[in-house]
């Protein structure tokens, strides 16, 4: 009698079977590709896209025409880069609430280089995307360094750089900046438009970053449980000030597109486009205690979001009920989110340790009481 055999038999016997032969492990139950694909995280926010899009075309053909299609990617590559760069600080379990006073700041100071003090173009892209980076450094480094709440420290900003936009010219729009701007949004290739394609690059980069190198997994560790990546020996203060200096620079890009699609440096731009940013990410799949979520999710997050506004728009309903649709859509995200929180067994965010944080010890409780 073979192995197999003896095998066989002692299994029909419910006996165990005999020394030194390996049991066959049971086969995994056949799943057909439906399955496979219902299993996908991001299946839900794929079959929303494609649903409201097939739905609102059939109501308004228009909807599905190319001009419309383009405003909608233009609009996706603002959002979209937002959202990746707002993706990060919640990876971590911190959160951004200042991409969209970044952007109207970093916008009307470039602008106003450029037509104003008449800088050359190229400088004054530079100077916008610094103003990201730097101002998503210092995010970073009041939160490790001072232990300051993400949450206080981006309104802080959120407040200041939208009076600043405001105050640079009294709330006046600049004109007469660098036909270069328009030219960069108005270009394509392959009627793509360059704003798309700039979004493309920044979503794949992310993904790798995120997905296929040491630190980007890191960041996932430090979101997942602070004080195990702490122990593991990951830099965690590095590592969380990098989220916020890639969310920064993520809102001075959109800055530069900005001011070529709209022809003008507008103080009032940007104004709530941070929720949308955070809206597209958890919708995405991005949870909010940290540590779970795709950058493939949160392009699809960003695409569903705008294709809900712009049907709404081509649907001609009222700017309210836009708001009032967004806001239920964010509240199924984040219930979605709780609930796969709760089923996790992680019912609360985390917070940096005291090692990490620098916060004073919490006095041990006495015997008598």
């Not at 609102?56 to 909608?72: E, H, M, R, Y």
């Not at 995405?284 to 940290?290: A, D, I």
Request: proline fraction near 7%.
């Amino acid at each position: 009698m073979s192995a197999k055999t003896d095998v066989a038999a002692a299994s029909t016997a419910g006996s165990p079977p005999p020394a030194g032969v390996v049991p066959p492990v049971p086969a995994e139950p056949h799943k057909n590709w439906m399955r496979r694909l219902t299993e996908v995280p991001e299946f839900g926010v794929v079959a929303a896209c494609i649903l409201v899009f097939v739905v609102v075309t059939a109501v308004k053909p228009s909807f599905a025409n190319g001009d419309n299609l383009q405003v909608i990617g233009l609009d996706l590559a603002d959002y979209g880069i937002l959202a990746i760069g707002v993706t990060f600080t919640i990876l971590t379990g911190g959160i951004d609430l200042s991409p969209g006073a970044i952007v109207a700041f970093a916008s009307m100071v470039s602008a106003d280089l450029n037509a104003n003090a008449h800088w050359p173009v190229w400088l004054c892209l530079i100077v916008s995307l610094g103003i990201g980076l730097v101002i998503g450094y210092l995010h970073g480094w009041f939160v490790t360094r001072l232990n300051v709440p993400p949450f206080a420290i981006t309104l802080v900003t959120l407040t200041a750089a939208a009076g600043g936009a405001l105050a640079l010219t009294q709330g006046q729009p600049i004109s007469g900046v660098s036909p270069f701007y328009s030219t960069l949004v108005s270009n394509g290739v392959l009627g793509v438009p360059v704003p798309v394609i700039i979004f493309v690059v920044v979503a794949l980069a992310a993904w790798f970053f995120l997905e296929r190198m040491y630190a980007g997994r890191q960041i996932y560790a430090v979101g997942g449980n602070v004080e195990a990546a702490r122990l593991a020996g990951i830099p965690v203060k590095r590592r969380i000030l990098l989220t916020y200096v890639v969310s920064g620079g993520c809102a001075g890009l959109v800055a530069i597109l900005v001011i070529g699609r709209i022809g003008v440096g507008d103080p009032s731009v940007g104004n709530g486009w941070e929720l949308d940013a955070i809206a597209a990410a958890v919708i995405g799949g991005v949870s909010l205690y940290g540590g779970e979520g795709r950058i493939v999710g949160v392009v699809a997050g960003a695409l569903l979001l705008m294709l809900i506004n712009n049907a709404l728009i081509v649907l001609n309903v009222s700017p309210f009920y836009q708001q009032v649709a967004l806001g239920l859509v964010l509240g199924v995200a984040i219930v979605a989110d709780r609930i796969r929180a709760l089923r996790r067994g992680r019912p609360r965010p985390r917070r940096l340790p005291r090692s990490v944080t620098g916060a004073p010890r919490e006095p041990a409780p006495s015997a008598q009481s």
